[in-house]
């Protein structure tokens, strides 16, 4: 009996040691995907329209956020920023007019505490000399044609992206494309340049595009910032050109998948006669001859 008593007082403490190591791991555990979150989170879905002491994008230049507007203010345009400016709030007003009329959409997953972990992460970068968030200083060297042939053989997927991404023709198309054109899940890049404001806003798109459909797959396989420079390059070709859109392709590619239904149908349809046929005709043939 005592032995026995002592066997579930031994395992009971050995329960309860195990029960404190796991919550101490997990309270590491999660500290730390905390203090990673922020970070990670600003480069997936903020850094392709704002720096942290890099300059003006799309968006505002963030650094010293804190010190233009109140905090309850900031946690709530980050939560809803199309309702704080349907509300008519000046300061939002101000800042669409200053994007040139671009309105910030919420991110994806945004919740007030990680709102406020943001502002924390915004407030710290902005003490340091250089932020990990200042952006990608591309170089502002006149694009060559070479540069232009770069970007069109890396957005066609002739040259495979370093990083192992999916090639920008398998979800965009741009106008000058022939044949069938390119993909129709993303947007018409054709006045890419234009819409982002130049070659710095565009670079900072390519290298976290925000999308909900690209974000997973160029947070894993991001564009490598030599393959930029060309693809900006690309781009700015295509908006200067601005060719109408090529509507005979569009065309061409429905008509291709009308035939292509249609035979499909027709071999289908002899394929299910021909069986039918060779149940039948034997039937008949037994009965005529009975």
């Known amino acids: 009996?005592?032995?026995?008593?002592?066997?579930?007082?031994?395992?009971?403490?050995?329960?309860?040691?195990?029960?404190?190591?796991?919550?101490?791991?997990?309270?590491?555990?999660?500290?730390?995907?905390?203090?990673?979150?922020?970070?990670?989170?600003?480069?997936?879905?903020?850094?392709?329209?704002?720096?942290?002491?890099?300059?003006?994008?799309?968006?505002?230049?963030?650094?010293?956020?804190?010190?233009?507007?109140?905090?309850?203010?900031?946690?709530?345009?980050?939560?809803?920023?199309?309702?704080?400016?349907?509300?008519?709030?000046?300061?939002?007003?101000?800042?669409?007019?200053?994007?040139?009329?671009?309105?910030?959409?919420?991110s994806p997953g945004i919740t007030r505490s990680l709102?406020?972990?943001?502002?924390?992460?915004?407030?710290?970068?902005?003490?340091?000399?250089?932020?990990?968030?200042?952006?990608?200083?591309?170089?502002?060297?006149?694009?060559?044609?070479?540069?232009?042939?770069?970007?069109?053989?890396?957005?066609?997927?002739?040259?495979?992206?370093?990083?192992g991404g999916p090639s920008c023709i398998g979800c965009h198309t741009v106008n000058s494309l022939t044949g069938l054109g390119g993909g129709r899940l993303g947007l018409n890049l054709t006045r890419a340049y234009a819409r982002l404001e130049g070659r710095k806003g565009l670079s900072a798109w390519l290298l976290a595009p925000p999308s909900l459909t690209m974000n997973p797959i160029f947070t894993k396989h991001p564009i490598d910032e030599e393959e930029v420079l060309p693809l900006v390059a690309f781009l700015k070709n295509e908006t200067e050109r601005d060719e109408p859109a090529n509507v005979t392709a569009m065309i061409n590619f429905m008509l291709y998948g009308i035939g292509g239904a249609v035979v499909l149908l027709v071999v289908f349809d002899l394929l299910w006669n021909r069986r039918f046929r060779g149940v039948r005709q034997p039937m008949v043939n037994e009965s005529y001859h009975n």
């Open 1 to 106: 009996m005592q032995r026995s008593r002592k066997s579930q007082t031994h395992a009971g403490s050995a329960r309860i040691a195990a029960a404190v190591s796991f919550a101490f791991v997990s309270l590491v555990i999660c500290s730390t995907l905390r203090a990673q979150v922020p970070a990670d989170y600003f480069k997936q879905n903020c850094a392709s329209c704002h720096t942290i002491g890099g300059g003006r994008l799309t968006g505002p230049d963030l650094k010293n956020l804190s010190e233009r507007q109140e905090r309850d203010w900031l946690v709530n345009w980050m939560l809803d920023p199309e309702g704080t400016l349907k509300s008519g709030d000046p300061y939002a007003v101000k800042l669409q007019k200053e994007a040139r009329g671009a309105v910030m959409t919420r």
């Open 115 to 163: 709102a406020v972990a943001l502002l924390d992460l915004i407030d710290q970068e902005s003490q340091l000399e250089k932020s990990q968030f200042a952006g990608t200083q591309l170089s502002d060297r006149p694009l060559l044609q070479e540069d232009i042939d770069e970007g069109t053989a890396l957005f066609l997927g002739q040259t495979k992206l370093k990083n």
